[in-house]
């Protein structure tokens, strides 16, 4: 019953949510000269799962989606081992 008042109490608390395509390093010199209308050429095939972050903690991955004229992302799996880590 305790942690059932203390959960309904969190449930309001806004966290951070970020979809992450894909990563790279780059050499300050490489960053440096980045300008406008640049293309950035990253790894991974276009049709390749973005993974879902919450509070810089990896939980799931999914699909790139549209919804209503923006994107979104259809979660195809859930990193459960990570939820506690938040």
Known sequence: MKNDIKLKNLKNLRLNVKIV?????MTLEEILKI?????????KPINFPAELYVENV?????EIVTVD??????????????????
Do not use: Q
């Open 35 to 43: 300008n406008k209308e640049d293309v950035l050429k990253f790894e």
């Open 69 to 86: 004229n923006k994107f979104g992302i259809k979660i195809t799996e859930i990193y459960n081992e990570n939820i506690n880590d938040i």
């Open 58 to 62: 990896k939980i799931a991955k999914g």
């Open 21 to 25: 395509l894909d990563e790279k390093e």
